[in-house]
Every structure is written in C-alpha cells, then in structure tokens.
C-alpha cells in the first residue's frame, strides 16, 4: 500500500495561487492513477481532478476546470494540483489519492476507485 502526504495548503485571498503536492512512499506510483478531491465544512467530499498512471490523460471537475492543473512526477513519487483564481467557494480540505490500475491512460472520478488516501491539507481563500 502507497502512502500519501499532502502539503502547500494554507490561506490566500481570492485570485491568488497555491501548488498543493502530494508525496507517495512505500511504492512507487507507476500503475497507480492519481486523484485530488475536497471536503468542506458540512459538506460531502468531492471530486477535483485526476490523472493517468502515465500523466497523458486529465479530467476535471467542472468548478475548476480552466483554472486548476493536475500533474505528476513518477520520478519524485509525486503529485500536483496547481491552482489558479482561487475563490471563496474553493475552501476546502483538499485530499490525495491513488487508484491502483493496469490502465496507462485512465483518470478516475470515484473516490471508491482509490486504494490509498493521504491526510489532507486545507486551503482558505478569503474574500
């Protein structure tokens, strides 16, 4: 089983950036996809993005789309989640997770898909 640690969140006004990561230990992330999902305060955890075992493939949850970058270093074990025009609305407890899978190209949007899950870090953006 993959460990994950997130880190990079914190408190930022609104349009500002932040660069969540996420570091994998215990294996390597090679034929794990990678996911990024949120949690606010009252309400349930949602989908943010994903990526391929081999980074080719992306998805997004349409709130983010255009503004938040996923991407992966296989050789650092290591995820991202670049964030751009951060909102009020993005405020969240933000989550790593990785989906072990034989697929090169495919991305995932349940969290049901994902064996291991990190800690959380948390992201405010004040208005």
């Known amino acids: 089983q993959v460990q994950l640690v997130e880190s990079g969140g914190g408190l930022v006004q609104t349009g500002g950036s932040l660069r969540l990561s996420c570091a994998a230990s215990g294996r390597t992330l090679t034929s794990y996809a990678m996911g990024w999902f949120r949690q606010a305060p009252g309400k349930e955890r949602e989908f943010v993005a994903s990526?391929?075992?081999?980074?080719?493939?992306?998805d997004y949850a349409t709130s983010v789309w255009g503004r938040f970058t996923i991407s992966r270093d296989n050789a650092k074990n290591t995820a991202y989640l670049q964030m751009n025009s951060l909102k009020p609305e993005d405020t969240a407890a933000y989550y790593c997770?990785?989906?072990?899978?034989?697929?090169?190209?495919?991305?995932?949007?349940?969290?049901?898909?994902?064996?291991?899950w990190g800690q959380g870090t948390q992201v405010t953006v004040s208005s």
């Open positions: 990526i391929s075992w081999n980074g080719g493939s992306t």
């Open positions: 997770a990785a989906a072990r899978t034989t697929s090169t190209s495919r991305t995932y949007r349940l969290d049901a898909s994902y064996n291991s």
